[in-house]
């Protein structure tokens, strides 16, 4: 078994030569000086009761400069680290899978298949959840990434040099370079802001989310399809057809507008734009690749007719490719007709089909290229090239299909309450009825549908404001996209803090009246997001009133009945709290499973998880495992959020590591779900999520907590940091309503409470056992034991416990000025935070947390002593900014040591 060693390894070279750039750039004081911080860090976690003392009177001690350069260091360093343990992770994977073979590997797609054949699942209902399935992440630019682009290159240098190093062959003189390399990154590294000093545009945010396509989803997508397709014949030979489009992405970014008005229906069109020209130079790409590689000879194997016969049809029909076929050999038919594709790729990339007619030969769909590309594959399949066209074409093939010409499907996100206030608008200018946004709903539902018909010429004659006009310019687009994009370019319309039917019956409305349409075209798909604890327990009542409406009902028969439902982790955790939020999340999920069956839909969960615990954070593949039987089915969207994107597909061994588990934990929980929990757990879990939801709501409006929650964290700070285009807020009032649920997780992370992630079950549990009695606790172990759920829960309350560090955290709470309010609020979070402890650790029955993931609480262990100076010297920059909040320099200080604890913590919002 692989053990530690070669990560200590690469610990020990890159902190080594890291020492080496410090003392060259910082000079021998600077060196000594951030030795003598790491020696009184580790000092204080090994228990010496003066340290801590020591290494804060020291801290206070220094100018900023030198709090700089410690800082800057330790942040660094954990960005090394952070490597490390990325590369180690691939080895061990690899490891484990070497040890496996011939068996397949735990959590693959092999062994996925092998249990659900084992456990009797037949191939004809097999065969009926492959139909269906589909997996879709989504990519967003919610503001948690705190690193530059710049940055994250230097680093994926790194990563590549760390990997290179590994080679068992490698020769001295290799090594030498290799090393050699490795401190010009560093020291490149050092010299570069680690900090952006302006916020990113949408454009600059679209172009990051594009990047890991073009770095790794490109290459690795046919790679996983070719593992499905061999990994299902492999225990179903039965079901020898090629697998179904199941592994699709979409996006946010540039589509995004809630809250957000910089993403505008300009910044959208420009970002379907963008995806476009990605997509089409990867094909091109693709195409000149396969052009050097595919030199087979009509002289040594024949081609197809209908590729023959393809190929002089389009010498005929385009005159403008003939000099260019002149020079290539009249044997090399597969030749001719990749040039042939290549140059029609090149005439649709030049194309902007929303402002003019297609020049000759240009695509109009990636349908095309997919029916050019198979006439190929048919051709050399039929003449002894099957293996070629295995090898050589599979992957255009899927990547053709796939990414088409549109690289994610681009979904919108508007909040209901602006387009209430749109229609609002329209309606008065027109003279009908009352204020739209007072009506009850009811009233709401027949006044929109009585005037749909006529909702074009209602906006046509209308004098509307810039902000019901920019409402009324996106449907415009949306319209004009399908039609030159095709709707595949196109997501849903996500309507963010759906509170009732009518919301979605407005998205209907606003598109006929932007583009005066009697009704509303079949693209459209509207979902609602349900993110609040009350609109999570209403929202089966929602969705039933509206599949029961007629206007909308006939719109989704238009789509197969199928609807697409949101729901944010985010959101629902900072309104109610960790424990009360998990079971909303589950019940709501439960009971519109069976509010969808009741009306005949098909329906898919959108799951909008973010990265931190408090957010939905925690293993993807656990997650969906743990989610309410039937709630699958096959069908799975998922938000990939930030700091996400990069930590899951920076590294191509990494993203397919994630994508192997979400796909192959989508398949066991859809083809073997888990049973109905029992009454009683149902029972247990509403009565201890209505007690933490208690303690956590009590938290938030005991007199005092803004005060503790303005001070105590680095809210300021995070507020003001330069990492997204979307502001912190979605209004400017400095209500904890309108706060962002990112920045909320990301301030009490920073500040080591991390409460979202766990207060409030600690309270629910001891509140259930005082009325059960003794058999509560063999309940809840008995939950714990037979329940994904459940385990799920505590696992990830577990790990964010782990993380929490009450010492550092009594730091952060000594800068609440107001010592009344300090210790009402800490001795409610100190309290909380020890039962909930012990509730846990009675519950699994193990000694500590994480004692059941050895590798995961030493990474904490050893990760702390580096940690803890970083959140003194942010203590003690939060003191001097807010004395001095001009002073521009100890903002950026401040950021500097914001990104280097959310390094080390591996976790920012």
């Known amino acids: 078994m692989l053990g530690d060693q070669p990560l200590r390894r690469d610990i020990h070279l890159l902190g080594d030569l890291l020492g080496e750039v410090i003392r060259e750039q910082a000079g021998a004081e600077g060196f000594e000086l951030e030795e003598e911080v790491r020696r009184l860090s580790r000092a204080r976690r090994a ?150 000093v302006r916020r990113p545009s949408v454009m600059d945010e679209v172009e990051n989310g594009l990047s890991f396509f073009v770095r790794t989803l490109w290459s690795l997508t046919p790679r996983l399809y070719r593992e499905f397709q061999a990994a ?42 963008r995806h476009r020209q990605v997509a089409l130079s990867l094909h091109l790409q693709q195409a000149r690749e396969l052009f050097v590689a595919l030199g087979v000879s009509t002289r040594q194997a024949p081609v197809s007719p209908a590729l023959a016969q393809a190929l002089a049809d389009a010498e005929a029909r385009w005159p403008a490719i003939r000099e260019r076929l002149s020079a290539l050999s009249p044997y090399e038919v597969y030749r001719r007709w990749i040039s042939v594709i290549a140059w029609r790729l090149e005439q649709t990339l030049a194309w902007d089909p929303m402002s003019e007619p297609p020049p000759e030969g240009a695509y109009r769909s990636a349908r095309e290229l997919v029916k050019d590309l198979e006439r190929m594959w048919e051709s050399l399949t039929a003449h002894r090239g099957a293996r070629i066209a295995e090898g050589l074409l599979w992957d255009w093939r899927i990547q053709a299909q796939v990414f088409g010409f549109h690289i994610a499907r681009l979904d919108i996100r508007q909040e209901a309450r602006r387009h209430a206030e749109a229609i609002a608008e329209l309606l008065a200018a027109a003279g009908i009825g009352a204020d739209f946004t007072r009506l009850p709903e009811e009233e709401q539902l027949a006044l929109l549908t009585e005037t749909l018909p006529r909702a074009g010429s209602i906006a046509a004659q209308a004098n509307v404001s810039p902000e019901t006009d920019e409402v009324l310019a996106v449907f415009r687009l949306l319209r004009r996209a399908a039609a030159a994009y095709g709707p595949e370019s196109l997501g849903p319309y996500i309507i963010s803090m759906a509170r009732g039917a009518a919301d979605v019956l407005a998205v209907l409305w606003l598109m006929s009246a932007a583009n005066d349409l009697s009704e509303p075209p079949a693209f459209l798909r509207v979902a609602p997001l349900f993110e609040s604890i009350g609109t999570l327990r209403e929202a089966p009542r929602i969705l039933a009133r509206i599949l029961a409406w007629p206007l909308y009902r006939a719109h989704l028969k238009r789509q197969g009945d199928h609807q697409i439902v949101m729901v944010g982790y985010s959101d629902s955790t900072k309104d109610g709290g960790y424990l009360a939020a998990a079971w909303a999340l589950y019940r709501a999920q439960a009971e519109i499973v069976r509010v969808a069956r009741a009306y005949g839909v098909t329906l898919t969960f959108f799951h909008g998880r973010g990265g931190a615990l408090g957010r939905g954070g925690g293993p993807a593949a656990r997650s969906i495992l743990g989610l309410p039987p039937d709630a699958v089915a096959g069908r799975l969207r998922m938000t990939e959020q930030g700091e996400v994107l990069a930590e899951r597909y920076d590294d191509p061994h990494i993203a397919h590591r994630h994508l192997e588990q979400v796909i192959g934990a989508t398949l066991l929980v859809s083809a073997l779900p888990s049973p109905e929990p029992p009454e009683a757990w149902v029972e247990a879990m509403e009565q201890m999520s209505e007690a933490a939801y208690r303690a956590y709501r009590e938290l938030l409006e005991a007199p005092g907590f803004l005060t ?146 050895p590798w995961l609480k030493r990474s904490i262990q050893v990760r702390n002593p580096y940690v803890d100076p970083l959140n003194f010297i942010q203590i003690l920059l939060l003191r001097r900014w807010r004395e001095r909040p001009e002073a521009e320099e100890l903002r950026e200080a401040l950021w500097l040591t914001i990104q280097g604890v959310a390094a080390g913590l591996r976790t920012t919002g």
């Open 708 to 853: 503790y929650f303005e001070h105590a964290t680095p809210i300021d700070g995070i507020e003001q940091l330069p990492i997204a285009s979307r502001p912190p807020r979605r209004r400017p009032q400095r209500r904890l309503e309108e706060l962002r649920a990112i920045p909320w997780v990301f301030s009490w992370t920073q500040c080591r409470h991390l409460l979202p992630g766990w207060f409030g079950l600690g309270s629910g549990v001891e509140a259930f056992v005082r009325q059960a009695g003794p058999a509560g606790w063999q309940r809840l172990e008995e939950m714990h034991q037979r329940w994904p759920f459940f385990r799920a829960v505590l696992a990830d309350a577990a790990l964010a416990l782990a993380k929490t560090d009450l010492g550092i955290a009594r730091a952060y709470a000594e800068l609440v000025p107001d010592p009344a309010a300090r210790e009402a609020i800490w001795s409610r979070i100190e309290g909380e935070y020890h039962r909930t402890r012990r509730a846990i650790l009675r519950i699994t029955g193990l000694p500590d947390l994480l004692e059941d993931i």
């Open 47 to 196: 228990g010496d009761a003066t340290a801590e003392g020591k290494l804060r009177t020291l801290l206070e001690g220094l100018g900023l400069p030198e709090l700089r350069v410690i800082a800057r260091a330790f942040t660094i360093f954990f960005d090394l680290a952070n490597l490390a343990e990325d590369r180690h992770r691939v080895r061990v994977l690899r490891a484990r899978e070497q040890a496996a073979h011939p068996g397949p590997r735990p959590e693959s797609l092999a062994e996925a298949f092998q249990r659900i054949r084992a456990a009797g699942v037949s191939p004809e209902a097999l065969r009926r959840l492959l139909q269906a399935f589909s997996i879709e992440p989504v990519f967003t630019a919610h503001p948690t990434e705190a690193k530059r682009r710049t940055v994250r290159g230097i680093l994926g240098r790194i990563r590549a040099i760390l990997a290179e190093l590994d080679a068992p062959d490698r020769l001295p003189r290799e090594r030498e370079e290799l090393l050699r390399r490795l401190r010009a990154e560093l020291t490149t590294l050092w010299q570069t802001d680690l900090t952006r």
């Open 232 to 273: 299902l014949q492999a225990s179903y030979p039965e079901i020898p057809d090629p697998p179904p489009l199941f592994l699709r992405f979409g996006s946010w970014i540039g589509g995004d507008r809630d809250g957000n008005p910089r993403v505008t229906a300009e910044v959208t069109a420009q970002t379907l734009r």
